[in-house]
């Protein structure tokens, strides 16, 4: 566990060492915006400091609003909640909760019942009207998600910065917080990872 958590300080160093962060214009119609590569190891480990450095993984900023209104005509079509992610590629926390995201244990979940939005926040100066409307306090720090219903409703904002510190957290709480938001579905569990 301790190797772990080296390397995951190893990659938010040689991400913070990092020159100012390039931007992505994606398509706007999406199931998942600027999906980010799996690590490269089968296990829930971080990827190694080299393989996280250039990983862009918010889009240009002035992208979030199209990229929310695809996301939420996908949703209502696919009975998925909306899981907005806001951050930018310069944040270490950020990679590092993108990681998580796609780490073997969460992204059948996150697949299977969320359709994800990177919200670039550019340095919390950007998409402060979105961040606002979803209740989102940017001021706490990022990263900071919402989940809405698949019809767009609030069904929750991290207003206190609950993943700010990322990186001192475990996959297991991303994890949890999957399981708690994704959409019910007859005959499961709330507490079933793969229902």
Request: charged share 15%; net charge neutral; hydrophobic share 45%.
């Amino acid at each position: 566990m301790k190797t772990v958590k080296l390397l995951a300080i190893a990659a938010i160093l040689v991400i913070a060492a990092c020159e100012a962060p390039t931007t992505v214009v994606t398509n706007s119609t999406i199931t998942t915006a600027n999906p980010a590569p799996a690590p490269a190891a089968a296990t829930s480990a971080p990827a190694t400091a080299g393989s996280t450095a250039n990983r862009i993984i918010y889009p240009d900023p002035a992208q979030a609003k199209a990229d929310l209104a695809a996301a939420l005509r996908t949703a209502a079509q696919t009975h998925k909640r909306v899981l907005l992610d806001f951050g930018g590629n310069w944040c270490g926390d950020c990679q590092v909760l993108d990681i998580y995201f796609h780490n073997p244990q969460n992204l059948p979940v996150l697949e299977s019942s969320f359709v994800l939005v990177h919200i670039n926040v550019g340095h919390m100066d950007i998409n402060q009207d979105i961040a606002s409307h979803y209740q989102v306090p940017l001021e706490r720090g990022v990263p900071a998600v919402a989940v809405l219903s698949d019809q767009g409703k609030l069904l929750y904002s991290q207003r206190g910065g609950e993943f700010a510190p990322m990186r001192r957290m475990e996959p297991s709480a991303v994890t949890s917080f999957l399981v708690q938001w994704k959409p019910a579905k007859a005959g499961c569990s709330a507490v079933m990872v793969n229902c």
